[in-house]
């Protein structure tokens, strides 16, 4: 791999474990003299932009020409966090098109077929975590310092719900115990990117909860919408609503939240959800998306006002939480 030109790619809407995995295994890649790239599909929250090696990141519907040649020159192409083209978007054709050998490392449910090699785990708590774990399998590790150790652990702690989440394995612990031991200081990573709010998005977050908020009790489901012209109101920024769907699970009782944000043609699905509620079935079969068997995500092309009526009605009529 040393004289190999690598491109790392992560899903649209990047998040804390899409940035923190892709920068991690950037800079394994680079202390082994391989020459690496990160390109993102659209451009990820401010919260996450204080990651060491986040301003060599290219932002694909920002800078295509230079995605597009950095994808076509490639001799291995990464695929974070996402495990399906479509995750992508545009992205994936030109990555679907590359001759490049294509290497996933997810942890997503169904992966797809056309990977040249996989590092597939459902049970891995984040692609973080499987960052560290291919690197300690190549015998990487050695090279780890406070850097990747921050990178990894934002993907860690944001995608466990910061530690919560019944993904979190000793492994995990194990994990961050060696990311510490490299130089890691959590507590400024949690600051980082947990205690950075704006007056603005405070404000929409308890208008959300004071005005949004619908709770049925008999079926424990809870729904928070809010429409696009409400963002715009609030000085919207990418990842304003980051972890509101949260809120709605943490009511009592409450075994399936979803969080729906109205975007310009389209609405956007954040599902949550307990136990046995398997939201990925939901999201995949009715919103034209999925995930993880408690958290995932979807979309479809209508108002938020007819999201909100559709959502209704599949609680209703197809699925019994």
Known sequence: MPSSKVVITTHRSPDGDAIG?????????????????????????????????????????????????????????????????????????????????????????????????????????????????????LGWNSLLNKEIAECLYSGIMTDTGSFK?????????????????????PDHVHNSIFDNNSYDRLQLLGYALSNKFEYDADLGISIIGVSLSEKNRFKYQKGDTEGLVNYGLSVKGSKMAVFLSEELNFTKFSFRSKGQVDVNKI???????????????????????????YLKDVIQNKISP
Request: glycine share 6%; net charge negative; charged share 20%.
């Open 21 to 137: 995995s892709s920068l991690g295994l950037y800079h394994f890649l680079i202390l082994n003299g391989i020459e690496a790239s990160v390109i993102i599909p659209d451009p990820d929250p401010e919260f996450l932009r204080w990651m060491a090696g986040h301003e060599h990141i290219t932002v694909f519907e920002l800078d295509q020409e230079k995605a597009k040649s950095l994808i076509s020159e490639a001799n291995v192409i990464f695929s974070l966090d996402y495990n399906r083209l479509d995750r992508i978007a545009e992205m994936g054709a030109w990555v679907e098109k590359a001759s490049a050998k294509k290497i996933l490392i997810d942890h997503h449910i169904d992966p797809a077929t056309y990977f040249d090699f996989s590092l597939s785990d459902t049970s891995a708590s984040s692609t973080a975590q499987l960052v560290f774990q291919f690197a300690d399998n």
């Open 165 to 185: 989440f019944s993904s979190t394995s000793a492994y995990t612990h194990r994990v961050v115990a060696d990311l510490m031991d490299a130089g890691l200081v």
């Open 283 to 309: 999201a995949r079969a009715y919103f034209n998306g999925g995930g993880h068997k408690n958290a995932a995500g979807g979309r479809l092309d209508m108002s938020l006002k007819d999201a909100i009526n």
